[in-house]
């Protein structure tokens, strides 16, 4: 595939992180925010991986050099005229997502693919912000982007053929591996993890084990990388509260309800590495080991 | 440090060779009884097999093997197990054979002799309510393949002695493994978190999630798991676990336990997962794509 102007809307992790895997597989990429600092704060982030990267000699100075200088910044969407693809990867919510890609019907080609990286609302939802649905489709991508190879594709209601077959191509010229999935809450990943997830709270709650016991039983068990309180001290609590919350409120199923000790850990500041102490304390903050 | 020095194994089908070759790799002595001269057969052959891939992967050796295998001493009497320093079971699941096999077992060691129990079905109370003396039966819970899972479950029931789980965790430890302490509870840990995720599998499957691989490649690529999910089911055995998660339903009622139907209709039309050679990934992978 030719390299594509493509859009990143939202200067955030994932927005900075899906970035980055645009720009390094050679994509001009223009990343767009309404806010200055945070298009400051999320160049910076693209721009460190790259530094980063080039110090670990994944990338040569010039392969860091290129794909620094494909990468532009804007706080305005008439920039994106020329943009093949745009990926928004916004707050999440369904109005502010509806409403960006209404505003962008009326600035980019009729042919430009929308790219929703939603992790908890419809794709069907957000397609219907633009007069066009059926260019509209769900890329999820896990965090940190550029070292996930996972992206979760689901199509809305109105999605074209076209549009999902152009995508999937889309993400291998990416070198990410997509898995088809459905527009339903959670897709695959968030589906299974969740409820994972907080039945091991609730052992936990409820005597069957220990913290450290039941991540020793999972690591020893089940080949999973790390046990599940690890897992949760990384993603956060706040992160994790708020994607079992939205996906109980679609569902309505128990399973995927935050049990109290979440709201508890919350309220107390104990979110995971981010501050120090979630399951488990910490002596630093750093997430991962660059 | 460990005081279980020699141990019996009683029924070599998957778990119990497994089992005993692990015991007997640890320089444990292993007396592994059997019912009948051709069950133990399979039962012993099984174990050679066991050690021959080990060899073949570089974690044993020719030496190694035989001196293991030189370890364990097969038997189809009962009788044998006189001066073990403990027994351990697995039977069928199946409280009538196992009723059967340990009031003989019990006439046979010592009254203080540990016996402790695989089963992964039935509550350890349950099995101690068999035998005199209570108190000196624990669950010893290996997973499949015992020689590779690392974690290994110690159940206490209501009567277990403490004493004898801290000798269990100093046994458990001497394997190399590692020792989790859990509650005697349907699915005990492991399973109990394990199973309603696989059943969820199931049935996000029969309703045209995504494809069977699909599933397995998002979970291992999005979560780092070694195994997917349905490659996991199609190792363990559909029908392994189609009775292991019914009795824990029976036994608890909840529905996150149930069997989901594709999982009946796997086992009753004979996909059984790999040892047929067709299950939810390996050969004739069943369509069900939601239309």
Redesign the interface.
């Known amino acids: 595939m030719e390299n594509r102007t493509v859009a990143v809307l939202g200067a955030g992790t994932m927005g900075a992180g899906i970035a980055t895997v645009m720009a390094r597989a050679g994509h001009h990429v223009i990343l767009f925010d309404v806010s200055e600092d945070n298009l400051r704060r999320g160049i910076d982030t693209v721009h460190g991986f790259f530094d980063v990267s080039v110090q670990k000699g994944k990338l040569t100075d010039e392969q860091g050099r290129v794909a620094k200088s494909a990468l532009h910044g804007s706080t305005s969407l008439a920039d994106l005229a020329h943009c093949d693809v745009v990926v928004e990867a916004v707050y999440e919510d369904l109005r502010l997502k509806k409403d960006i890609f209404a505003q962008l019907d009326d600035i980019v080609s009729e042919s430009t693919l929308f790219h929703t990286n939603t992790s908890t609302l419809s794709v069907t939802g957000i397609a219907s912000g633009s007069r066009r649905p059926e260019r509209v489709v769900g890329t999820h991508y896990?965090n940190p982007a550029p070292l996930?190879?996972?992206v979760?594709v689901a199509d809305g209601r109105h999605t074209a053929t076209w549009a999902h077959d152009a995508t999937i191509r889309f993400l291998a010229s990416l070198g990410k591996?997509s898995?088809?999935?459905?527009d339903?809450p959670g897709?695959?990943?968030n589906?299974?993890?969740i409820?994972?997830e907080n039945?091991?709270i609730r052992?936990l709650e409820a005597?069957?084990?220990t913290r450290d016991?039941?991540d020793?039983?999972?690591?020893?068990?089940?080949?999973?990388?790390?046990g599940p309180f690890r897992l949760l001290d990384i993603v956060g609590m706040d992160i994790h509260q708020q994607v079992a919350t939205r996906l109980y409120e679609q569902l309505r199923d128990p399973?995927f309800f935050p049990p109290p000790m979440v709201e508890r850990m919350v309220a107390a500041g104990d979110l995971g590495r981010k501050t120090g102490r979630g399951f488990y304390e910490y002596d630093d903050n750093r997430l991962f080991g660059s | 440090m460990r005081d279980i020095q020699s141990i019996g194994v009683i029924g070599l089908g998957t778990m119990g060779a497994g089992i005993a070759q692990v015991f007997a790799e640890s320089g444990m002595t292993v007396v592994a009884v059997e019912t009948s001269p051709e069950t133990l057969a399979r039962g012993l052959e099984s174990i050679n097999a066991l050690l021959s891939g080990a060899i073949a992967r570089g974690r044993q050796t020719e030496a190694g093997k035989e001196a293991v295998l030189g370890r364990i001493q097969g038997v189809i009497d009962v009788a044998a197990l006189h001066g073990v320093d403990a027994v351990l079971e697995a039977l069928p699941e199946d409280i009538a054979i196992k009723r059967a096999v340990l009031s003989e077992v019990a006439q046979v060691v010592g009254p203080q002799t540990p016996i402790l129990t695989n089963t992964s079905v039935l509550s350890v109370a349950r099995i101690a309510s068999l035998i005199p003396n209570p108190a000196r039966v624990a669950g010893l819970h290996f997973f499949n393949p015992a020689p590779v899972v690392r974690t290994v479950e110690i159940v206490s029931s209501i009567d277990t002695d403490p004493a004898l789980v801290e000798r269990l965790v100093d046994l458990v430890e001497s394997l190399d493994k590692v020792a989790v302490q859990v509650k005697d509870r349907p699915g005990f840990l492991i399973n109990a978190l394990l199973f309603p995720y696989l059943n969820d599998v199931i049935q996000e499957l029969d309703d045209g999630l995504a494809t069977a691989e699909d599933i397995d490649v998002a979970l291992k690529l999005g979560l780092g798991y070694r195994t997917g999910p349905l490659e996991m089911l199609d190792l363990i055995g559909l029908d392994t676990h189609l009775q292991a998660t019914e009795a824990i339903y029976q036994a608890t009622g909840d529905a996150r336990y149930a069997p989901p139907p594709l999982l009946r209709q796997m086992v009753t039309s004979g996909r059984l997962g790999d040892k047929t050679g067709s299950g939810f990934r390996t050969a004739g992978e069943l369509s069900t794509e939601g239309s």
């Open positions: 896990c996930m190879k996972l979760e591996t898995v088809v999935t459905k339903r897709f695959i990943v589906r299974f993890l409820p994972w039945s091991c052992a005597g069957l084990g016991s039941i020793a039983a999972v690591l020893g068990a089940l080949g999973h990388p790390m399973r």
